[in-house]
DNA sequence: TTGTAGGCGTTATCAG
DNA sequence: CTGATAACGCCTACAA
C-alpha cells in the first residue's frame, strides 16, 4: 500500500490538492458537493494526513512533552492519567521522556525536546536543575512543572501546578505540637528530593516557631536494598519516635512491619503517617493515615495550563502557579 | 530568540545549508577545518536540527508509539522502564498513548499513530482488537505485541514477545494434583482478559487431561468496589479453596484479608498465589507466593525486537514470536 | 468557491 | 570537497 499524499486524494476527486487541505481543516469555504466527493475519495483511498508535514507547514506539532524519572514511574499513574486525559481532549500527542541516573541524562532529554518541536512540556518536579529549565526557556518552550513547588525563578514562561508540602508538613508539626508531641522522625526517599527538602523545611519551620529543633530527619544511604532492611537494622538500636512520617507507601510499610518485629505496635508506640496516599495503605493492618492530594486533578490541571499557554491566553499570564489543596486522611495508625 | 535553522548556520559558517547538512549527519567528505567552522556557527548560535523537517525529507520519523490501558498503568512501569531503556539506545522517541473506556478508544489512538507517521508501535495485550491490529499492519506499520500471547493470525508484520501464562497455569495446575489437591480457584483480573483467558485455559486443560472441570474461575462484576468488598461478602457464604490463584498482587492481598478476617488461615485454608509479582507481596505477612517474570526484560527484548523490524533485519523475519521464561517462586503463602 | 505558487527546514542527487 | 536544486507533504495567501 503505497503512501497515499493529498495528491492522490486531490487526483481522485479531480480537485486541486488545495480544497483538499480546506476539507481535512474544516474550512467552511468549500462547497457542499465537493466536499462531499473530495471526503468520499478520502475515505476510499485511505488517507491519513501526514502529521509532520503538517508539522512543519504550521511550525506547530500539537505534541506536548511529558518527563519524569523512570524510578517514580509506578507512582505518577495519576497524575499522568489526569495529563493523558485532558491531552487528548485538547488533541495533543504525547512525547514520553524518561529520566534515570545511567541511560537518559536529563541533558538528553531537553535536547530531543528541543529537536522535536514540541510545543510544550510538562516536567515532574524531580531531577532536573534550574540551568534545564532556562535552556528550555531560552527556546521559548512553554514549560509546566507539576508536583512540589518550584522557586520563583525570574522564569514566567514557566507554570507551577503544585502541593505545598512545606505547609503540610508545618500543620502536621503543630497538629502534634498542640498534643504536647514533638517526638517526631521524617524518613527520607531519596527518589524526590525536592518533595523531601519542603516536608524538612516545613516541620523546621514549626519547631523554630516553637524555640525546638527538628533533628529526626532520616536518612539512609543506598547500600540498604529497601528501607525494610534499613529500619529493621535501625530499630535494633533506636526505638521509634511517636510519630514516623514517611513520603511513600512503601517506606510506611517497611516501618510497620520493621517496628512491629521490633515489638512496637502502631499506633501506640508510634504513630505513622505517610505523605502520598496509595491503595496499599487501604491493605495494610491497621490502615495508613494519610494525606488525600488530588493526583488526578494535578495532571489535567497541569495539562489544561499549558494548552492555554500556548494559545496565549492572557488569563495566565501572570496566574500560572497553581497551589492545589489536600487533606487530612486520619485512619487507624494515628490517634487523632 | 529567533528559531534558527540550517541557513542561518551556513551563513555564519559562510558555506552553504548543504555543507552544515553533512556535519550534522557526520558525513566524512567535508574538509576539517570547514567541519570545524560550522560546528563553531552551530554551537554559537545554538543550532538543533529540526526533527520535523529530517522526518519529512527522510519519511522517517525515528519515533516508535506505545500503547498501553491507562488502567494499567502503573503496573506496567517496569516492562515500560526496559522498553524506554532501549529506545533511548537506538535514539527513538516515545509517543505515548493510553486507553479507556470513555475518552480515548483504541480507534482514536490508531488514527493519531498513523497520521503521526511513526516507526513502528509496541502494543501491550489488553484491549485492542484484532481488527484493530490489522488497520496497523494495512498501513504497514511494525508491531510488536507484547504482555501475553497473541493468536497466530496471518499477519506476520506483528511481532510477540510474551509469558506463556496458558502453560504457566497449567503447570502450576497439574504440580496440585500431584499433590492430590483439586480444590483451586482462579480469580478474574478484568483489566486483562486476555491474560486471564489463558490463565483459564491452561487450568482448564490441566483439569481435562486428569478426567475433571474446571469450575472455580471467581468472577465479580463492578458494583463491588474493589476485589476486598467482593471477597469479604464471598467468604460469608463460601469458605475458600484449598489453593487461590490471582493475576495481580492487590487481589492477593485481598484474599487474605478477607480470608483472615472471615476466620481462615493462610497458607493453612488456603494457599495464596498471585501469578504477578510486585514488590508489594513481600511486604505482606506471610509474603505472598508468586512468579518471576523477567518484565524489564520483556521491555527491551520487545523494544529491540521493533528495532529489528524496523531496519528490515532478516534474522527476525521468521523469528519474530519471543516466549520469555518464567520461575516460581514459593513464599509464605504456599506449602510447596 | 477553487486553483496556483511559495514556503516550512532538511536530505539527497548532481554538477562542478 | 562543496554548492545548487529538487524532493518530502502540507498550508495559505493571492489570483482567478
Known sequence: MKRITIYDVAKEADVSLATVSRVINDSNVVREDTRLRVQEAIKKLGYKPNAIAQGLALSKTTTVSIVMSEKLFAYNAKILNGLMDVAKIYNYN???HTTSKGISRMQDVIESIIKSRVDG??????NFSQEEMEVLNDYQIPTVVVGSRIEDNGIETVGNVYINFEQLAYELTNRYFERGIDDISLVEDKLNMSTMQQLKAGMERAF???GKEFTKYISYDETYKSSYAFLTEYFKTHKPSKVVVTLRDSQAIAMMNAGTEAGYTVPDDAELICVLNSKYLMMTRPNVSTYNVPE???GAVAMRLLTKMLVNDESVKNNNKINMSYNYMP???TKD
Chains 1, 2 share one sequence.
Open 208 to 210: 523554630k516557631e516553637n
Open 296 to 298: 488526578y486533578d494535578m
Open 331 to 333: 485512619r487507624q495508625t
Open 121 to 126: 512540556v510538562i516536567l515532574f518536579n524531580d
Open 94 to 96: 504525547i512525547m514520553f
